[in-house]
């Protein structure tokens, strides 16, 4: 059974900070991209920041130059550093993973989401 478990969202004031932690557990065979999503309600789910395997990464428009994304491989762990946070950035944040089990056969995981509410 594929885990991915989130932390590390709270309330924050605006212009603050917060580093959410997600990681992976299970029957994991390789990890490939693994990524930050968010979502307030009543509205679709949108891309943060994904990194690959290797390191590369992507970022939102509205979050480039305040969020980091980064992975420790070892632990099956990707971070987001979130600095310079604002009211718009108040949702929950999902984690996301493509992984396999079985080898040559990758699959799609979220995890349960953290909320973040920015707000003074």
């Known amino acids: 059974q594929v885990q991915l478990v989130e932390s590390g969202g709270g309330l924050v004031q605006p212009g603050g900070s917060l580093r959410l932690s997600c990681a992976a557990s299970g029957s994991i065979f390789s990890i490939y991209t693994m990524g930050w999503y968010r979502q307030v309600p009543g509205k679709q789910r949108d891309l943060v920041a994904t990194?690959?395997?290797?390191?590369?990464?992507n970022y939102a428009d509205s979050v480039k130059g305040r969020f980091t994304i980064s992975r420790d491989n070892a632990k099956k762990t990707i971070y987001l550093q979130m600095n310079v946070l604002k009211p718009e950035d108040t949702a929950v944040y999902y984690c996301?993973?493509?992984?396999?089990?079985?080898?040559?056969?990758?699959?799609?995981?979220w995890g349960r989401g953290t909320q973040v509410t920015v707000s003074s």
């Open positions: 990194i690959t395997n290797g390191g590369s990464t």
């Open positions: 996301n993973a493509d992984l396999t089990v079985v080898p040559g056969h990758i699959d799609n995981y």
